[in-house]
């Protein structure tokens, strides 16, 4: 059989550790022997990212950028031991950090499910798919301590530095306390809605986004406000056409719903909901290693990938020369993912169906009992035996499906 060809590079950002083992054997086991893949190679490993003084991680954004479509293999991002460790030149930022900067995206996680892969919420029949806004919030938030007889006001001043308002946060004349100050900006509260609506239209599943506007009524009431009038102008009828529903409700009632209900929805969440929340319905699925990642920018350029790290102590295992039982499966449905979308912008429907055949080989191999350990204690189904493999004869295994 002919290798399917492609037109366009792929952006590839090679990794670190157990999943820059994987990707190799993913590359010359299911990919390779199928698809003349044409790729742009970035390493983003950890040792060329401190070689390249981490100029690589940028560039490989940029390209993201320009091609619009990239995957990515899971890269360390380094603390104290790290520098030791790898004897860097310097405590290189987090590569996602990087490239979501660059690319100012909206982060989708989704489940892969599997017959047989029961979810803690048995009721999730299909996927929750969370979307977090990675921008601001807490997460860049300024705090302090007061001590009691201190006062703690919110001033806002116009460009020349002249106060125009003041809000008093708390007089702390009973006694010590903490205070905390926050922001998030219009523009990238219009990216992340743009984001979220053209997500679930490409996918065809209603959205829900929820916020706490009853409380923070100027904070979360403009993210409210924002999202509405984004959904009125942009996508009320292209989602009717559809047949898919927008809408907004508050926090607590969204976590109520998406429970009791049988999944198959977008959940948009702020910064702080969608950290706490993707933990949740990652682990209510079941396993890290059946959770894909794709950031998805404003301007429609995505970058795939594992929603799980590099899978270090499997990775010390592997060095030693022990077996080891890594899941693939996120880090497959990267390649897929980007595959198809590419093929998708390149009206290459050989590569979409290729990575179609791959998605199903997979999945088939698990149902069929086939899987690394971590699923086995999950695997619950009538007349099938579950067998572990080891990283490699999994990957076989899913070839000979595709085969
Ligand atoms: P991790 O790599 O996700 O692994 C944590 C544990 O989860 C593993 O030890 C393993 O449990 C289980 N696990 C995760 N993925 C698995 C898979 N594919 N197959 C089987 N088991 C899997 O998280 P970490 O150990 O906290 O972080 C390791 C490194 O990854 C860090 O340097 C961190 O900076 C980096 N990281 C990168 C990304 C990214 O690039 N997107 C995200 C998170 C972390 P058992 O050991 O019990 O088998
Ligand atoms: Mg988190």
């Known amino acids: 059989m002919p290798k399917i060809s492609m037109t366009t590079p792929l952006v590839e ?7 820059r083992v994987l990707w190799k054997m993913i590359k010359e086991i299911l990919l390779l022997p199928y698809v003349d893949l044409y790729t742009e190679y970035y390493d983003l490993g950890l040792v060329h990212r401190d070689e390249t003084g981490d100029k690589v991680t940028e560039e490989s954004a940029r390209a993201a950028k320009k091609y619009g479509v990239a995957v990515k293999c899971a890269t360390i991002t380094p603390n104290a031991q790290r520098m030791t ?22 982060v989708f996680r989704a489940p ?8 803690y ?6 996927p929750v798919v969370l979307a977090r806004h990675a921008y601001g919030d807490v997460y860049s938030a300024v705090d302090d301590r007061a001590e009691k007889g201190e006062r703690a006001y919110l001033v806002i001043e116009d460009e020349s530095g002249r106060e125009v308002r003041r809000k008093l946060v708390h007089d702390f004349a009973c006694g010590a306390g903490v205070v905390q100050g926050m922001h998030n900006c219009d523009q990238s509260i219009y990216s992340f809605a743009h984001s979220c609506f053209r997500y679930a239209l490409e996918n065809k599943i209603p959205m829900t986004f929820a916020a706490k506007d009853t409380i923070a009524k100027g904070y979360d009431g403009r993210f409210k406000e924002i999202f509405a009038e984004v959904y009125e102008s942009g996508y009320r009828m292209a989602f009717e056409e559809a047949g898919i529903d927008y809408m907004y409700t508050l926090i607590d009632d969204a976590v109520a719903r998406v429970v ?8 948009a969440c702020k910064n702080y909901d969608g950290d706490v929340m993707s933990d949740m319905v990652a682990t209510a699925y079941g396993s890290l290693g059946m959770m894909t990642s ?16 590099t899978v270090t102590r499997h990775y010390y295992k592997y060095l030693k020369g022990e077996e080891t039982s890594t899941n693939s499966v996120a880090t497959i449905f990267a390649w897929t993912g980007a595959l198809k979308k590419r093929g998708e912008l390149d009206k290459n429907a050989a590569l979409v169906g290729f990575a179609e055949r791959l998605e199903r080989a997979v999945t088939d191999t698990i149902e069929g009992g086939e899987m690394t350990g971590d699923l086995i204690p999950l695997f619950h189904r009538d007349g099938v035996t579950p067998q572990k ?3 490699e004869e999994f990957l076989h295994a899913v070839a000979k499906r595709l085969n």
């Open 294 to 309: 794709v950031l998805v920018s404003p301007d429609g350029k995505y970058e795939y990938e594992a929603a799980h790290g």
């Open 112 to 119: 892969i499910l599997c017959e047989g892969i029961r979810p």
């Open 13 to 19: 950002m090679d990794g670190d550790e157990m999943t």
């Open 389 to 391: 493999l080891n990283s």
């Open 121 to 126: 919420i048995p009721s999730w029949k299909k």
């Open 260 to 267: 009791r209900s049988e999944g198959g929805m977008l959940w």
């Open 85 to 106: 460790e790898y004897n860097l030149h310097e405590m290189w930022k987090s590569p996602n950090g990087t490239i979501r900067r660059i690319l100012d995206g909206t």
